[in-house]
């Protein structure tokens, strides 16, 4: 049975790869520029290169024609193959340039969205009694939608560093179960509104781990927010956080939407929500678990996950303990 379902997954993923209309629309180019389709240029190239030296050579036994026809085979290749290799340098250049781009407007966004948050900060903290109900609510939901912004920059910011390999980590001895704790107090509140209970399985005591502190709250912060906001009304979330060897595992257990079989491979993509939880959440950038998986890997741990559509998701991820 698991045979078939990886022969399937192979047979899909074969197909995907020649839906040469899907990877333009993807990458935002023309047909003719997709790499499958230069790669199938390449191979038509050389069959019928290989075909046309076969019967020079069957028809013409002069080895000046031979020499002739060989050099043309390999000025013919060399062409296609710089063609390849100049489309994936453009593809490569732009890239980078997205990268920097998404970095620079990242940082400038960062100024008056910090100063927002500060204004709103002091007048729901010092000013707050002169202002009427209408006025405090108004000023709550501008931290709000503030809060949400600064978050996606924040994971922007990230990305950017992701992909240009500069995601600085400050490894260290960290209490994995005080980030958890502390997450947690940050979330229940919006679980309760929703209906939703959160348990937690665990021993007083657990060792340090390896981590940056604050990259592994974003981590946890990211699981559990996934979790709260894809389980449904009334439903039930249960973490459980245990010792494995020299690792410090976390799980994290919903009864939520699930994710499609046949998106499953595509969970840690960047920029990436499944089909259902478009439909569920229409909130959302897809960053999230792309993040969290290049963190926990330069850590030295690993992430991993279980789905089934319409039951529910666990998502796990261990870290080394500190020795």
């Not at 020649?18 to 003719?32: H, P």
């Not at 890239?95 to 709103?120: G, Y």
């Not at 840690?268 to 959440?281: G, H, I, L």
Request: with cysteine; glycine share 4%; proline share 2%.
């Amino acid at each position: 049975m698991e045979f078939c379902k990886n022969k399937l997954k192979l047979k899909l993923d074969f197909v995907n790869d020649f839906d040469l209309e899907k990877q333009a629309r993807d990458l935002g180019i023309k047909i003719w520029q997709t790499p499958s389709f230069l790669f199938i240029v390449f191979g038509v190239t050389a069959v019928i290169i290989m075909l046309a030296t076969y019967f020079i050579s069957k028809n013409y036994e002069s080895p000046e024609v031979l020499v002739i026809a060989e050099c043309l085979v390999v000025v013919v290749v060399f062409i296609v193959e710089m063609l390849v290799n100049k489309f994936i340098v453009q593809l490569t250049r732009l890239n980078k340039m997205k990268s920097e781009f998404v970095s620079i407007a990242s940082h400038q966004l960062r100024t008056p969205l910090s100063a927002i948050k500060w204004e709103t900060e002091l007048l729901l903290t010092k000013f707050k009694k002169g202002l009427d109900k209408k006025q405090l609510k108004n000023i709550e939901n501008i931290y709000s939608i503030n809060q949400r912004m600064i978050r996606l920059v924040n994971d922007l910011l990230d990305v950017a560093r992701i992909d240009q390999n500069r995601l600085i980590l400050i490894k260290q001895k960290v209490d994995f179960l005080k980030i958890v704790e502390e997450v947690m107090e940050e979330i229940i509140p919006k679980a309760k509104l929703r209906n939703i209970e959160i348990e937690i399985d665990t021993k007083k005591e657990l060792p340090m781990v390896v981590g940056d502190k604050e990259k592994v709250q974003i981590v946890v912060e990211n699981l559990f927010d996934n979790a709260v906001k894809y389980t449904n009304s009334g439903g039930k979330i249960r973490v459980k956080i245990s010792k494995n060897k020299q690792y410090l595992e976390f799980e994290i257990k919903d009864n939520g939407v699930g994710i499609p079989e046949e998106q499953i491979g595509r969970v840690f993509e960047k920029f990436f929500r499944s089909d259902n939880a478009t439909r569920y959440q229409t909130e959302g950038t897809g960053l999230g678990l792309y993040i969290a998986k290049n963190i926990v890997e330069q850590l030295g741990g690993k992430i991993w996950f279980k789905s089934i559509e319409n039951v529910g998701s666990v998502f796990s991820f261990s870290l080394p303990i500190s020795r």
